[in-house]
């Protein structure tokens, strides 16, 4: 069994929270803090809001607003509004594949058995899922609030599978790759130069149970 992550792996995504976040950070144009030391500022805010409030635009939305609060004090209304309109990028973005994914997926899903997972807000992960033209591919697709060891042995568990023979494939160590390799899963770490920072983590590179490609069309050669 092949599961495959969503964003940033079979579509860009994080690439347009990045520019959102550039122009923020452009705007702010604080006296004293440098960009680092923005952005800083933001990542924290974000860390916390993932924990208490999951993950998506609308929480994205809400950690620009408590930045700015942060670091305005008493930000006026005009301010808000620019933020809003900051934002309305990521609910104007069209889901975008990445290179070669529907091809290769078209050849796969004829091999093996194929599910996908991905972690974030139901109804905006299910906008992206419906507009992708993926899903035909897909024996289920599962979204979930996030993904640690426990959605792991929960999906093994729904699709009757044994870990060992279950693959995990995506671009974040934090969420595709460590915690499936905790459940027992083999995993393929495919890169994603605009992986958000928080999806970030350290692989072992003795780790024989994570397959390391530089872009998915190499699933072929594998699977």
């Known amino acids: 069994m092949l599961v495959f992550d969503a964003d940033d792996t079979l579509w860009e995504n994080n690439v347009v929270f990045e520019r959102v976040i550039d122009d923020f950070l452009k705007w702010l144009d604080h006296p004293t803090l ?27 939305l809400r950690s620009l607003r408590e930045c700015l609060e942060r670091l305005r004090q008493r930000p006026t209304e005009a301010e808000r509004r620019e933020i809003d309109d900051l934002a309305m990028a990521l609910v104007a973005h069209q889901v975008e594949l990445m290179p070669g994914v529907a091809d290769a997926l078209d050849e796969l899903a004829g091999r093996h058995e194929l599910l996908l997972l991905t972690k974030g807000e139901r109804e905006e992960q299910q906008r992206k899922l419906d507009a992708c033209g993926l899903l035909h591919h897909f024996t289920a697709a599962h979204i979930v609030p996030e993904k640690n060891v426990e959605t792991y042995r929960w999906l093994a568990g729904q699709h009757a599978v044994d870990p060992g023979s279950a693959w995990m494939i995506g671009n974040s ?26 999806e970030h983590d350290e692989l072992d590179p003795a780790d024989a149970g994570v397959l390391h490609l530089n872009a998915f069309p190499d699933l072929l050669r594998h699977f």
Request: no cysteine; glycine share 6%.
């Open 34 to 60: 440098d960009r680092t030391q923005l952005r800083a500022v933001l990542d924290d805010i974000e860390r916390a809001n993932a924990v208490t409030h999951g993950y998506g635009s609308k929480v994205f």
């Open 173 to 198: 160590p934090r969420s595709d790759i460590l915690p499936a390799r905790a459940a027992g899963w083999n995993a393929v770490f495919i890169p994603n130069a605009n992986t958000w920072v928080l």
